[in-house]
Structure formats: structure tokens, C-alpha cells
């Protein structure tokens, strides 16, 4: 796994090494922000929740995000998005969160541009974390909510106010993304 474009690309990155964790390969990556290029033009804060390796993250920071808050339960995986930042030397542009995706919508205050949601395939809850970012203070008039998930657990192509503007499929993996109902 790499840094596919920006500042730190071809920059290796470390992973997990356990089944749990599902990193997105390059081309759902690149899919990722190929979208995020077309359609904002905000990448001042980021939110990368379910961050396992920090790869969307890191990847949204090379490309010239301002900030990126990583939020991930595992310790390990903490410990590998930390490294990972500091091979990429993006340490100064970001803040690891080691707890659950719960506890930190519990605290973080901030309106983000971009959230980036990777959650593990067999999570059948992501409906209802998206429907509550939808109504959080997390998003504002110019977010995009990004999602990543499985085929087979299909998400909703409107969370109020949040509408689903594109979806893209690669293998199992579908990408949906949401702003707001208001924004043209």
C-alpha cells in the first residue's frame, strides 16, 4: 500500500496485519479522490473515522488538506497511523483519536470539510452513523461525506439533509457520497 499522489507519493505504507482490517487498495483510493477533486474545493479539515492504517487520511493530506483528525479503536492500528505519519513527515498536520467512532462523535466539535467513513464490511451500523453525522455539528453547508462499504450492505441515497451525489462501484466495494440537500 502507497501514498498514490501529493506531496508523499510512493511513500509506503504500513498495515495492520490481521483480517479485520480491510485497508482500500489503491484503486478505491484513487476512485475516492478522483471524486473528492470534482467535487469540493474544501480540503481544510478532515475527518478520517475507522482509519485502520491512516491510508485515506495520509493520502488526503498529501494531496493538500489542511488538517485530518484519525479516529480508530485499535491501539495497534494507532500505533501504524502514527508511524505512518511520521514516514510521510505529515505528523504536524494531524491528530490520532484511539477510541471508538462513538466516543469521538461524543467529542469533537469541529465542522469538517471532508469526513471519510471506511468502516469494516460486517458492520450493518453504518446506516445509522451515517443518518447521525447527517444531523451532527461534525457537518456543515459545504461537507462531503464520504462512505465506503460493502455490495451487500447497501446504504440509503438520502440521510436529511444529506443527499447522495455519486456512487461508484469497484468489486465489492461501493463508494457513496453525501452533501447537503441545499448545496448546488
Same mark, same amino acid.
Given at each position: ?12 505504507? $504500513? ?20 471524486? =473528492? ?5 474544501? *480540503?481544510?479539515? %478532515? ?11 495520509? @493520502?488526503? !493530506?498529501?494531496?493538500?488538506?489542511? *488538517?485530518?483528525?484519525? %479516529?480508530?479503536? @485499535? ?14 513527515? =505529515? ?9 471508538? %467512532? ?35 455539528? !461534525? %457537518?456543515?453547508?459545504?461537507?462531503? =461525506? ?8 447497501? =446504504? ?10 455519486? @456512487? ?7 463508494? $457513496? ?8
Amino acid at each position: 500500500m502507497r501514498v498514490i499522489a501529493g506531496i508523499a507519493k510512493g511513500h509506503q505504507l $504500513k498495515a495492520p496485519k490481521r483480517k479485520a482490517t480491510r485497508p482500500a487498495t489503491d484503486l478505491v483510493r484513487g476512485a475516492i479522490f478522483s471524486i =473528492l477533486e470534482t467535487t469540493t474545493d474544501n *480540503w481544510s479539515r %478532515v475527518l478520517d473515522l475507522f482509519s485502520g492504517s491512516g491510508a485515506l487520511g495520509i @493520502e488526503a !493530506l498529501s494531496r493538500g488538506a489542511g *488538517w485530518v483528525d484519525f %479516529v480508530e479503536h @485499535e491501539p495497534r492500528c494507532c500505533r501504524i497511523i502514527r508511524e505512518n505519519l511520521e514516514k510521510t513527515k =505529515l505528523t504536524a498536520q494531524a491528530h490520532v483519536y484511539c477510541c471508538s %467512532v462513538a466516543k469521538a462523535l461524543s467529542f469533537l466539535e469541529n465542522e469538517y470539510s471532508i469526513i471519510l467513513i471506511d468502516p469494516p464490511y460486517s458492520d450493518s451500523s453504518i446506516s445509522s452513523l451515517v443518518q447521525q453525522l447527517a444531523g451532527s455539528k !461534525l %457537518v456543515g453547508q459545504e461537507t462531503t =461525506l464520504v462512505v465506503t462499504h460493502s455490495t451487500h450492505l447497501p =446504504l440509503e441515497s438520502s440521510y436529511a439533509p444529506l443527499q447522495a451525489i455519486k @456512487e461508484r462501484r469497484h468489486g465489492d466495494s461501493c463508494i $457513496k457520497v453525501f452533501q447537503k440537500e441545499a448545496r448546488t
